[in-house]
């Protein structure tokens, strides 16, 4: 499966962003081949609906779940249409490593 995190820079090293739109990167995580791509968001200086092509950005990839610190109302319900999970991390702290982490433990319970 693959996995979508928002960053704050292009390294496991980065922190997790708390804007979705808005965020520096988007960290594409495979799960099954434990490749890790980073992308540019084209979105972060946008002047408006920066959520909504982020959302088609991310979903051009196959994601089927996402990690940010917040998503805004508009994406939520365009996230729904396309069965995309949400999961929200209240810990700008943590780095993108720690958070492949915590998705690669939850994958074996």
Known sequence: MKVAITSTGNSL?????????RC???VIYDTKTQATEFIPN???ESVE??????????ASRGVKKVVSGEFG??????FDSLQIQ???VNDPKKTIAEIIELLEKGKEE
């Open 13 to 21: 090293e980065s922190t997790l962003d708390s804007r979705f739109g």
């Open 24 to 26: 520096s990167y988007f």
């Open 42 to 44: 084209p979105n972060l």
């Open 49 to 58: 609906g920066a959520g909504p092509a982020s959302v088609n950005l991310i």
């Open 73 to 78: 109302t508009k994406v939520k319900s365009i």
């Open 86 to 88: 949400l999961v929200v």
